[in-house]
């Protein structure tokens, strides 16, 4: 199997490229985290700069790592899609599905480990940057030097590269279980009598339920307790992982929602984005994934910070968690940003044969693009709708509890930020990549 990877792996550079551009990123961040850690556990760290030089790193190498693993399993996702064929051939000449999973596991920790030094130098130097920028501002002492040693970083490049095993392990289990002989076909399923997904969305209630469960115990705290801003970010995170879970019934419902519109007011184009999201929902999946990740914990977060800095609380303490707060909103954006792209590119390049036919069929450029916007049109909107929701209800006990008006939580600023950079980014790729394939499909 291991031969069949390499050889695999040479003949899908694009695939490869886009899996290696997340795990380098991931990399990067994960490892910069872990070079700030060692600093903090270091002699030379002044005692005083100790919690902080701690607390900060875990705390964003946690959510880094999350990220990683959720952008790693939908991008595999998708590239594999492209290779059902090939896959459904290595199936019937007598492989099992277990060394389908064998041989793409492979192919990503061998793509992981060619970003590895690269993203281990690339993660020095972002961890000795955030460390000046930290002490430029006068949270650490001048006296705690860069000192992240070589255990701890390496220590990150190994959790990155095992968070990538299991997202190719997680991503192709679906694929590698599909039928070599109707490859369309979804993976045989017990007989349970269980509905299909009641378990992911059990999992999913879990999460939610856990994330509001860590807002709402800001309602039991003092305004002035710090707790308040570390109950309510990781409630947004858990509540917005909850609801990418629930990717497919937000699908399901952008695609009841375009039908109902179509009945109203049919167009070619508007009829042909219903009949692709009914039958191949896959295709849009992680554009709703990423986009109602990056609105509900962006525009949270952004939206608990305003609310923060409008009470007017100046001290170290605060300073400290705005600066956490902002940057897990720029993390979250770059790895949106990469994510998302790298998933439309995918997903849209997969479709030249479909665009082809409906060229030969009568279609114009033009026609086909307008179909594949109200597609992603379809999904930006319940993306929008679900990310702002969980990010409202999240912040709203903040709210309450700072302020006393719970409208603050819904200040206009945050979400419109959030929402145009996502759009923007969203409609963007899709306008320039859909475009070049339709063209020359």
């Known amino acids: 199997m291991i031969r069949i990877a390499m050889r695999s792996f040479a003949h899908h550079r694009t695939a490869a490229i886009t899996t290696g551009l997340v795990t380098l990123v991931g990399t990067i961040l994960v490892t910069g985290m872990m070079c700030l850690l060692g600093t903090g556990l270091a002699e030379s760290t002044v005692a005083a700069d100790r919690a902080f030089l701690v607390q900060f790193p875990l705390i964003m190498g946690g959510w880094a790592v999350s990220i990683v693993l959720f952008a790693m399993v939908s991008t595999i996702s998708v590239a594999l899609t492209g290779r059902a064929g090939e896959i459904a051939g290595i199936r019937l000449i007598g492989a099992s599905p277990r060394q389908v999973q064998q041989m793409l596991v492979i192919e990503t920790a061998a793509i992981s480990a060619i970003t590895a030094l690269p993203g281990l130098a690339t993660g020095y130097l972002v961890g000795w940057i955030v460390t000046q920028s930290i002490r430029s501002v006068g949270l650490t002492d001048a006296a705690s ?27 192709s289990r679906s694929l590698a279980h599909r039928s070599p002989v109707a490859d369309a076909s979804p993976p045989p399923r017990r007989r349970t009598g269980r509905r299909p997904g009641r378990r992911r969305r059990i999992t999913a209630a879990i999460i939610i339920a856990a994330g509001l469960a860590s807002s709402a115990t800001v309602l039991a705290m003092d305004p002035a307790d710090v707790l308040t801003t570390a109950m309510t970010g990781p409630g947004c995170v858990l509540v917005a992982v909850g609801l990418c879970i629930l990717a497919p019934e937000l699908v399901a419902t952008a695609n009841a929602t375009l039908n109902a519109l179509c009945s109203a007011r049919t167009t070619a184009p508007s009829h042909l984005a219903a009949i692709n999201l009914s039958a191949a929902p896959d295709r849009i999946r992680p554009a709703v994934t990423f986009l109602t990740l990056f609105v509900s914990v962006a525009a949270g977060t952004l939206s608990m910070q305003g609310i923060e800095n409008s009470v007017g609380t100046a001290n170290s303490t605060a300073q400290v968690l705005a600066t956490i707060n902002y940057f897990v909103v720029a ?24 665009f082809a036919v409906m060229s030969l069929i009568g279609s114009t450029n033009a026609q086909t693009q307008r179909m594949l916007i109200r597609e992603i049109g379809a999904a930006t909107a319940i993306s929008v709708i679900a990310g702002s929701v969980g990010a409202f209800v999240t912040v709203l006990p903040f709210a309450i509890v700072k302020t006393g008006n719970p409208l603050q939580a819904a200040a206009p600023l945050p979400y419109a930020v959030t929402i145009v950079i996502g759009v923007g980014v969203t409609f963007g790729v899709t306008s320039l990549v859909g475009r070049r394939t339709i063209r020359t499909a």
């Not at 000192?147 to 990155?160: D, E, F, N, R």
């Not at 994510?339 to 995918?346: D, Q």
């Open 145 to 171: 030097v860069f000192a992240p040693g070589v255990l701890l970083p390496a220590l990150g490049v190994l959790i990155v590269l095992a968070a990538s095993v299991l997202a190719a392990w997680i991503g």
């Open 331 to 354: 993390l979250i954006a770059a790895f949106m940003a990469i994510a998302l792209t790298n998933n439309l590119v995918a997903s849209i390049t997969q479709r030249r044969a479909e």
